[in-house]
């Protein structure tokens, strides 16, 4: 199994910043891909950002130029830093990894952290 440390989410006001924290910890050897997900009330879940072991990143379309993400394998960490935030960013935030364990290589989820973008 693996467990999760997320922290940062919060209220905002638009054009204002936050960053999340998501620590990975338990029965694993390593972590390939970290990352965000995020979803809205009535919406599917999606790609916000990830990033795996090798440094290589996505991000979706809307959070270009915004959000950036970066990690620390050393911890186990991985962060977000989400600028410029707007009211659409407005979802709870899942933090997911790929990790591989002695017998397979599993997704994981964490519990999620709300973001409210409002005025």
């Known amino acids: 199994q693996v467990q999760f440390e997320e922290s940062g989410g919060g209220l905002v006001q638009p054009g204002e910043s936050l960053t999340l924290s998501c620590a990975a910890s338990?029965?694993?050897?390593?972590?390939?891909?970290m990352g965000w997900y995020r979803q809205a009330p009535g919406k599917q879940r999606e790609l916000v950002a990830d990033?795996?072991?090798?440094?290589?990143?996505n991000y979706a379309d809307s959070v270009k130029g915004r959000f950036t993400i970066s990690r620390d394998n050393a911890k186990n960490t991985a962060f977000l830093q989400m600028n410029s935030l707007k009211p659409e960013d407005t979802a709870v935030y899942y933090c997911?990894?790929?990790?591989?364990?002695?017998?397979?290589?599993?997704?994981?989820w964490g519990q999620g952290t709300q973001v409210t973008v409002s005025s």
């Open positions: 338990g029965e694993f050897i390593r972590l390939y891909t």
């Open positions: 990033m795996n072991n090798r440094g290589g990143t």
């Open positions: 997911h990894v790929e990790a591989q364990r002695l017998t397979d290589r599993k997704d994981y």
